[in-house]
């Protein structure tokens, strides 16, 4: 088991930009691939991006590509999600979550999840 803890939400405007942080900690974190997901009001918790043990591999959701980049960083053992033009759609808790093995976007497949952190965007 691994415990994780989120931070970096706020308040933005339209076109703004946010980075969260996922702080890990556990035994045996190389094992472990990571993933952001996120429930807006009313909706049900949703994939947002993945990223591979290594940190070699991602994949995104098609409402974030070309504006959310997930990274880790081993030294630290977080993971980021820097978050660019930011639309009000992208208003939700944002929850970071960690499994062992690959990567995966299916929220079922992950047994460690954080808090979450609230991310809201004004237009």
């Known amino acids: 088991q691994v415990r994780l803890e989120e931070s970096g939400g706020g308040t933005v405007q339209a076109g703004g930009s946010l980075r969260l942080s996922c702080a890990i900690n556990?035994?045996?974190?190389?094992?472990?691939?990571g993933g952001w997901f996120r429930q807006g009001p009313g909706k049900e918790r949703e994939f947002v991006a993945t990223?591979?043990?290594?940190?070699?591999?991602?994949y995104y959701a098609d409402s974030v590509k070309g504006r959310f980049a997930i990274s880790g960083d081993d030294a630290t053992n977080t993971i980021y999600l820097e978050m660019n033009s930011l639309k009000p759609e992208d208003t939700a808790v944002y929850y970071c979550?960690?499994?062992?093995?690959?990567?995966?976007?299916?929220?079922?497949?992950?047994?460690?999840w954080g808090q979450g952190t609230q991310v809201t965007v004004s237009s």
């Open positions: 979550a960690a499994r062992v093995g690959i990567l995966s976007t299916e929220k079922s497949e992950y047994d460690n």
């Open positions: 556990g035994r045996d974190l190389r094992n472990y691939a």
């Open positions: 990223i591979s043990r290594h940190f070699d591999t991602t």
